[in-house]
């Protein structure tokens, strides 16, 4: 690593150094002034115009997030500066990480290693590293890891599209140890596999993982979960509720929840292979009712240009589960798109509940679990919505 002084510098316009100061850790690439020296991945100082070092950050010359801030100060991001970042990061999760059955151990931004995942299963962890500049300063960020807790294993899930944008390759990789293809977690008294080859994210979503405990609280009755995956939430929902519809279009998927549910000992989930939109509309040709409805479908805005699309696609299922509430239902449902941030997701959910026609209250609302944490000033970094409605039995 060189010297501080050798870093390569590349300066910003005005509105970039706003932004910087604002704490925001994106700067993108309209607002780079000059960029002599740096090549992409590099670690950069960063200057505003009158040449005043505003900190250091990753540089990358294809992306559209130009830098990825680390510091605001002058600094030079060696080992002992990563390690103090994973120790932050343990700090903020609590004395008990080495205990963890499954959780996330560092969130990118928030945990202020910009384009690193690193999620913990038991003794195995399984990593995203999503940017040229991470690519560098992985080794160092794990070296810590494994000082601070066992490692038996580490699998690279380097396989989302964001890589490409960063002109790395897709693949997923043994990086140590042998990683087994399923890893069982117990979740607040639920086993579930996890699948960190195949599965979904680094195997599981972890994300929702706070919301599934808390969906037994409304548990009872009839449960229907749409876009239930490996039938995560209903696993949950099962233990209070008499009857627990599980619906996804994955056939791979519900087969793993159907192992799942035997897992657990639970003979009252039925499972439907089916497009969720469909379902919905098939139950409610067909009249019937459930107490709770779990809503957790994937990002329909994956990019802005997709939100008008998306805000159809989330007010149509949401007006067909509030239609299928009972009187006194609950309705706990997600968007996990970060383009349509929450205010925006309430919107959908007023239309949705004028449409159908229904009175709700908002019981809660919740997020992604706290091991995803979300810095005040980087509000993208908030990209979990999850409210839970409950049917006024009584109209106004
Ligand atoms: N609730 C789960 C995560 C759900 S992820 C958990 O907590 O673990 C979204 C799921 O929606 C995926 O399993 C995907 O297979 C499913 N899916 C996507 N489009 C669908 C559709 N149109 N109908 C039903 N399921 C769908």
Redesign the pocket.
Known sequence: MSAPGRLPDVTFRLRAKRRIEARHPWVFADDVARAEGAAHGDLVRVRGNAGEVLGVAFWSARSKIALRMIALDDVLPDAAFWAARVDAAFTARGPDVGGWPARRLLFGEGDGVPGLIADLYGSHLVVQILTAGTERIFDQVVARIRERVPLDSVLARNDPSVRALEGLPREVRQLSGTTPDEIVVLEDGVLYAADPWRG?KTG??LD?REN?VACRAFARGRVLD?????A??ALHAAREAAEVVV????PD?LSRGRVNAERNGATNLTFVA????EDLRERERRGERFDLI?L???AFAKSRGDVAAARRGYKEINLRALRLLSPGGVLMTSSCSYNLDESAFEEVLRDAAADARRDVHVVARRGQAADHPVRLTFPEGRYLKCFVLREAAEAV
Not at 226 to 230: D, G, L, M, R, S
Not at 247 to 250: E, N, Q
Request: hydrophobic residues 45%.
């Open positions: 979904q599981a979503f929702q599934r749409a876009f239930a995956y490996h995560s939430f619906c996804d279009s994955s998927a089916a497009n969720a939109f779990l957790d479908p994937p």
